[in-house]
């Protein structure tokens, strides 16, 4: 940690076999973004994502979901993206839903991460 930041890589996922191991196999807490690169609203928000995953000594997941067949739409109940969603021990422990035709803004974002934090310390 050099000036004050915390510089963690995030890990990029495409595929449902890459967040069964990268993600629900891991050890730590992950917190995810499923986005897909064709919305408008996710490319806006992504930025901000990877400036969180330099703040936190947290893991981070893309998780992208550009292919309409992934079964990560459905598994995870995923009906707007950008959203954000906490993993621990291979479950869903949390997640901050984007709001169709806007997106996830500083305010939800803050408040994900107020419970996230309470749940990974």
Not at 34 to 60: G, I, N, V
């Amino acid at each position: 940690m050099r000036d004050g930041r915390v510089r963690r890589i995030v890990l990029e996922v495409k595929d449902a076999k890459t967040f069964q191991r990268q993600v629900l196999e891991s050890k730590e807490p992950t917190v995810a973004l499923f986005w897909a690169t064709w919305c408008p609203f996710c490319r806006r928000y992504k930025p901000e994502f990877d400036k969180l995953a330099a703040q936190h000594a947290w893991r981070f997941a893309s998780v992208y979901l550009d292919d309409e067949s992934n079964p990560l739409w459905d598994d995870y109940a995923v009906e707007v993206v950008p959203t954000l969603a906490l993993f621990r021990d291979g479950k869903l422990v949390d997640r901050q839903d984007g709001i169709l035709g806007y997106g996830l803004d500083r305010r939800a974002t803050e408040a994900f991460v107020t419970r996230a934090a309470s749940m990974i310390s």
